[in-house]
């Protein structure tokens, strides 16, 4: 943890605009995955296994197995490219990206969620999105590097 980058708001701010763009891209491409996995399950008859092919898959399950193997790369690619910028990947499923920032002297993580136009919440290291708490003009004041 000592490693990581601790961020003000206006930093994690300033990166909003690209994190709005990555992180929608990522939820659209987790939608895209998801239908593909369920078009594979249609068409091979069972959730598959695995997207390796097999003697057994005809030419369009082999073609979307191929497809959706790309679309996972791109999808894992598109998370490391937020992490690249700082952000701790919390769900996924809806966009949650933490940044580690102070509060006095205490670590935080300060929460931003796919939707959300600028920095309004944080929380204590231990706890989770359902603990968030608004970042107040108080606790912007006491908000250090």
Known sequence: MSTQRVFTISEV???IPALSSLVGDQLREQSDI?????ELTRLSGSSPDSLEATADDRKDVLKLKRELK???QRYEAGWARVQSLGGV???PQIGLVDFYGRVGEKLVWLCWRYGEDSLGYYHDLESGYPSRRPLTAEVRRHLLN
């Open 89 to 91: 990947i919390k769900d």
């Open 34 to 38: 998801e239908h593909g996995l369920a």
């Open 70 to 72: 790309k679309r996972i």
């Open 13 to 15: 701010n300033a990166l």
